[in-house]
């Protein structure tokens, strides 16, 4: 129904091709087309149409072409014979209707101002037109400046165009129009004195096409390019006065040649309607899926008032993210302050560092050896001009702390590592991407349909990078992860005060972890320590992350081999003690 609708729309609305002629613009198209078209009783067909034109323009063009089939009607060929051509086009009138905002259909019947018909050339003029007429149509050329915002009417018959058969009567419309570009067409078409009323689509769809009544037939069509054709079937007691007979039964030729030239178009629309709904169901699937990607391992349960374990403040980032940033990085420093591991002391211009005689475990000493070096006192300044000078051996001892943090997530197994869901959602991803480009090519392009594969093919590459980059928590990181988000909440609502500083400064580490240092500082009071975060990140928080993210990552291995080893001198050290 939706492409006999739309071959209605532009075989009735522009038998003809329409081209707007200005001197500013060449190619000035269609904002609006509204036509009504009647059958008359002897053939003939009346029709009233006015155009609304974008752009800037004088005069404007239009072609009515009545004689456009050549081939000899032989009985059998009721597709493109020349029983389908008119005799003439008689001009009735030609007017300029003023149109503003609220433009519709019925705008057709306002009252406006007639032209008059003219021999000479005066495009500067208002109110004229001239008609050239020759053996296959008819061309008006009306002056009418866009500054005067009037629409373009005309009301023309097409001489003798219906064809009488003995069964039946028709109208058969081939629109050419290649030059013609229209936003929004509308048309409908009458019929009078019959019961029976049918019509077909050719190059768009039958159910844009909507039969009102036996006697009125409706359709509207947008961002017509293409050719239209329209075939409108009736009794011919419509047309009694019509000298144009074939003395054939043609119904049941017609209807059987439609079938099969609309078969495609229904198989068509059967494979849109069926690539439309399984998008859908596809994108529904993948929306919940997203959610959960994104939200499963998020959601935040219940308050948890202690600090769940003595993971450093970077596996904690780690364990929510899957990647530790300078932030993170700063965060472990500040909890060696809370562990008094070391000092800092702010001087006139920067802040020192100064080591204590604390044990470190292993990831600390690889933050001190970062941070010191064999010295027992060092300035920022002095980490930052390491970094510059060293680079390489920067990257390797900010390599080797980010290295332990995943050895170290991977060894507690916070994430899973199986391949075969990672290979299921490329599968999927694949479907919908596959689906998306189906659904875009069997749209013919139309608006709706065309953005639904847009879209699906948008969503398929977005659930792809997903899929493949966000890590899923194993139920060991679940379970740590709900913990510490439990803190963050707990931290969040917490209203009493922390007498403990180095509790204090420990849980800072955290709340820079779990991004929520700014409402900690403020709320107990750190804003010493707060201000050597910011200067410490903002002295070195481009270098590190650039070292973070070039450095290499051992393997699940490697970590295997070095707890291994950390456990093995750790028992030779008590037995050492005993």
Not at 322 to 344: M, P
Not at 472 to 482: F, L, P, Q, S
Not at 549 to 559: E, F, N, P, Y
Request: charged letters at 25%; glycine letters at 4%; one cysteine or more.
């Amino acid at each position: 129904m939706k492409k006999i609708f739309y071959l209605l729309i532009i075989l009735l609305i522009l038998p003809l091709s329409v081209n707007a002629i200005t001197s500013q613009n060449e190619n000035i198209s269609v904002s609006r087309y509204y036509s009504d078209i009647t059958v008359l009783n002897n053939g003939d067909l009346l029709i009233k149409e006015l155009t609304v034109l974008k752009g800037n323009y004088t005069e404007y063009q239009r072609t009515l072409q009545y004689n456009e089939y050549i081939k000899i009607f032989d009985n059998t060929n009721f597709t493109d014979s020349n029983i389908y051509n008119g005799d003439n086009i008689e001009v009735i009138s030609v007017k300029g209707i003023k149109i503003d905002r609220d433009i519709n259909f019925d705008y057709l019947y306002k009252e406006g101002i007639d032209f008059q018909v003219t021999n000479e050339i005066a495009t500067s003029s208002y109110g004229l037109y001239n008609i050239n007429q020759n053996e296959n149509s008819v061309t008006l050329t009306m002056y009418n400046p866009a500054k005067n915002q009037n629409g373009f009417y005309i009301e023309y018959v097409i001489k003798n165009k219906a064809v009488k058969h003995n069964d039946i009567a028709e109208i058969n419309y081939n629109l050419n129009n290649n030059n013609l570009i229209i936003d929004d067409l509308e048309m409908t078409i009458n019929v009078s004195n019959t019961t029976y009323l049918q019509a077909y689509a050719h190059n768009f769809s039958n159910n844009k096409i909507n039969v009102l009544n036996t006697n009125k037939i409706h359709f509207k069509l947008a961002n017509i390019k293409n050719n239209i054709g329209i075939r409108c079937l009736f009794d011919k007691n419509a047309i009694n006065d019509s000298n144009k007979l074939t003395n054939v039964n043609a119904k049941a030729n017609i209807i059987s040649f439609e079938k099969t030239n609309t078969y495609k178009d229904n198989d068509e629309s059967l494979l849109i309607t069926l690539t439309k709904y399984i998008s859908y169901l596809w994108l529904l699937d993948v929306l919940i899926n997203i959610i959960i990607i994104i939200f499963k391992n998020n959601l935040i349960r219940n308050d948890f008032n202690k600090i769940p374990s003595k993971d450093d403040p970077s596996l904690v980032a780690f364990l929510q993210r899957h990647k530790i940033t300078s932030k993170d990085f700063t965060a472990s420093i500040i909890s060696l302050l809370g562990d008094n591991k070391i000092k800092v002391e702010k001087t006139d211009k920067d802040y020192k560092l100064i080591r204590t005689d604390e044990n470190c475990d292993v990831l600390e000493n690889k933050l001190i050896k970062f941070l010191f070096g064999v010295d027992k006192e060092v300035t920022l300044k002095k980490i930052e001009n390491k970094i510059k000078q060293y680079p390489a051996i920067a990257n390797e001892e900010i390599g080797s702390f980010y290295s332990r943090i995943i050895l170290e997530s991977k060894i507690k197994n916070y994430y899973k590592t199986e391949i075969k869901p990672k290979v299921f959602k490329f599968i999927f991803a694949f479907v919908g991407l596959t689906l998306g480009i189906v659904t875009l090519f069997t749209s013919s392009f139309k608006t709706g349909i065309f953005y639904l594969g847009i879209v699906t093919i948008i969503t398929a590459i977005i659930y792809l990078y997903l899929a493949l980059n966000v890590k899923e928590k194993t139920t060991e990181g679940k379970n740590e992860y709900d913990k510490w988000m439990g803190l963050k909440k707990h931290l969040l609502k917490y209203k009493g005060n922390i007498e403990n500083e180095r509790i204090k400064l420990k849980l800072f580490s955290y709340s820079i972890s779990l991004n929520i240092d700014n409402s900690f500082s403020k709320k107990f009071k750190l804003n010493n320590t707060n201000e050597f975060k910011k200067t410490f990140i903002k002295k070195l928080g481009k270098k590190i992350d650039y070292h973070l993210k070039t450095s290499v990552k051992s393997d699940v291995g490697s970590a295997i081999e070095e707890i291994k080893n950390e456990q093995k001198q750790a028992s030779e050290k008590n037995k050492e003690k005993k």
